[in-house]
């Protein structure tokens, strides 16, 4: 079985237009996940629907467990992930209420997010140049594309610690380096997700200019959650068709992406770590 898996974003707690099959809480090695599973149909898919920041939105992005979100996605057999996101833009000609599918991440996020599933007793190094499923971002923007929103595509997402909001000093250094979106969350979600051998792509809707632009010197809540608003109706238009005509193959490289980067010989990984991480490294290591 396989089946799409969903993590929404600020503002979108829950999935419209389907059947519902079962809502599930899990616990994993990892501990608890933002919220329970909700597993449900559209069309002829089987999709298993997450909100990052729970369902009431109580969860910080530093204090998301990641990687209890990603193993449960795991364990429901999902392998293939399309994360709703809000962003900041940091270039004029991506303004509030566009949507963005970024195909690169920076990371400046600190080392209190736990970013990997290989800490005790093994060493992995994914290869990781290229962070999203480029066959899923295709797909994303097609769907996105057709829905009639103005979507930018191949975009550098900066992953900023949180949850305050940039300086102005940061976000011209940002700026400055090039970077085209900013967002609280995605890159670890993105790492875990290729340790995970599991697709993942981002749909990223911009609610505003950070601070550096004239118009939006001063970011608020109000703000976002109202630019938010504008887009959370096109962002489910996407995600549904974008759902419904994805093709049931993964013809990519993220389902192999562990093959050749386990550094640790098995018979030193102790029992407890595979024990752990069967449901990933199951077919390489007994």
Known sequence: MSRIGVIGGSGLYNLEGVKVIKETFLNTPYGKPSDKFTICNLGDKEVVFLPRHGVHHHISPTNINYRANIY???????????????????????????????????????????????????????????????????????????SGVIVHYAKTYLNMEGPQFSTLAESNMYRSWGMDIIGMTNMAEAKLAREAEICYVSLAAITDYDCWHPDHESVTVDIVLDNLKKNIENSKKILRKFIIQLDSKRECSCSDALKYAIATDPKFIPQKTKKKLKIILGKYIK
């Not at 996605?73 to 399309?82: G, Q, W």
């Not at 004029?92 to 007793?121: A, C, H, M, W």
Request: charge should be neutral; charged fraction near 25%; hydrophobic fraction near 40%.
């Open 72 to 146: 449960g996605m795991k364990l429901l057999e999902v392998n293939r992930i399309i994360s709703i996101t809000a962003c900041g833009s940091l270039k004029e000609e991506l303004r509030p209420s566009d949507f963005v599918i970024p195909t690169q991440y920076v990371d400046r996020t600190n080392q209190s997010r736990k970013q990997t599933f290989f800490d005790e007793g093994i060493v992995v190094h994914i290869n990781f140049a290229c962070p999203i499923c480029l066959s899923l971002s295709q797909a994303l923007k097609r769907a996105a594309e057709e």
